[in-house]
Every structure is written in structure tokens, then in C-alpha cells.
């Protein structure tokens, strides 16, 4: 079995922004030249997710809505007596920083519509990681 290990790094613009890393996490499987196997993307922050979804203009903002109705961004919060991101902490984890996906000859077994999605709940940031580690033949 091989394990491989790389880390995507970019910044975020906006407070609240959908950045589709897709193509960033192909590329990678690609230059690896992988078989059968699983890929784990995670993204070690305490205020990001990662989401599974459709990259639609449309649907970008009604996730963005989705995570602002989960957890307003004005509320009143515990952690906002020492900080001021309890929404963008409580959206991290309602929809969590990781998702695995299965690989088939190199191939992630993405369905049609599915784009591997980083949602910042806490920018602009200079400097996110995405962690791509494959498990597999
Ligand atoms: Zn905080």
C-alpha cells in the first residue's frame, strides 16, 4: 500500500467564500499516478469546511445562506466574549473539514455534479491548508 501526503495552499478574499478545489486535488492524484485506492482532503482549521456539492453560482449562495441560518454570524455567543468567529466555528462543526472520496484507476468516484468545495467561514486569510493524503495502490 502507498501513502502520499501534499498540502494545497491558497488564500481566501472574502468573509464568507466558496473556493472549488477540485481541479487542485486531480492534478495532484495525477502527478502521483495512483490506482485503487481512498483520498482523505482536510483541511486542519477550527472556522473552514469542506463540502461535496454542485459549483453553481445559484447553490454557492444558498450554501453560504444555509451556514449563515445554522449559525447567524450576529448571534450571541459564548466563545465571542475572547473572540469574534463563534458562527464561523459552529459552521466547521456542523459541516466538517474533511471529506474522503474512493479512487478507481486514479479516477476520484465523484458523482456528475460533485465538486470538492472549501467553504471559509472566517476570512479573508492570507494562508489556508488543505491536506491531500491518498491511501491506496
Ligand atoms: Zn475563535
Known amino acids: 500500500m502507498r501513502v502520499l501526503f501534499?498540502?494545497?495552499v491558497f488564500g481566501t478574499?472574502?468573509?464568507?467564500?466558496?473556493?472549488?478545489?477540485?481541479g487542485e486535488v486531480r492534478a495532484v492524484l495525477n502527478r502521483w499516478g495512483?490506482?485503487?485506492?481512498?483520498?482523505?482532503?482536510?483541511?486542519?482549521?477550527?472556522t473552514a469546511s469542506i463540502v461535496l456539492n454542485e459549483n453553481e453560482p445559484?447553490?454557492?449562495?444558498?450554501?453560504?445562506?444555509?451556514?449563515?441560518?445554522?449559525?447567524?454570524?450576529d448571534a450571541d455567543y459564548h466563545?465571542?466574549?475572547?473572540?469574534?468567529?463563534a458562527h464561523a466555528?459552529?459552521?466547521?462543526?456542523?459541516?466538517?473539514?474533511?471529506?474522503?472520496?474512493?479512487?478507481?484507476?486514479g479516477k476520484m468516484l465523484l458523482g456528475a455534479w460533485q465538486?470538492?468545495?472549501?467553504?471559509?467561514?472566517?476570512?479573508?486569510?492570507a494562508q489556508r491548508r488543505v491536506i491531500v493524503?491518498?491511501?491506496g495502490e
Open 89 to 105: 466555528h459552529l459552521r466547521s462543526a456542523a459541516f466538517p473539514p474533511y471529506v474522503v472520496v474512493p479512487v478507481k484507476n
Open 13 to 22: 478574499k472574502r468573509k464568507e467564500q466558496i473556493v472549488d478545489i477540485t
Open 58 to 73: 445559484g447553490l454557492e449562495r444558498d450554501i453560504l445562506n444555509l451556514f449563515n441560518l445554522i449559525a447567524p454570524t
Open 6 to 8: 501534499e498540502e494545497i
Open 133 to 135: 493524503e491518498y491511501m
Open 34 to 46: 495512483v490506482q485503487d485506492g481512498i483520498v482523505v482532503i482536510f483541511a486542519p482549521h477550527a
Open 115 to 125: 465538486r470538492i468545495m472549501f467553504v471559509e467561514n472566517d476570512g479573508p486569510r
Open 79 to 85: 466563545h465571542n466574549r475572547i473572540d469574534n468567529n
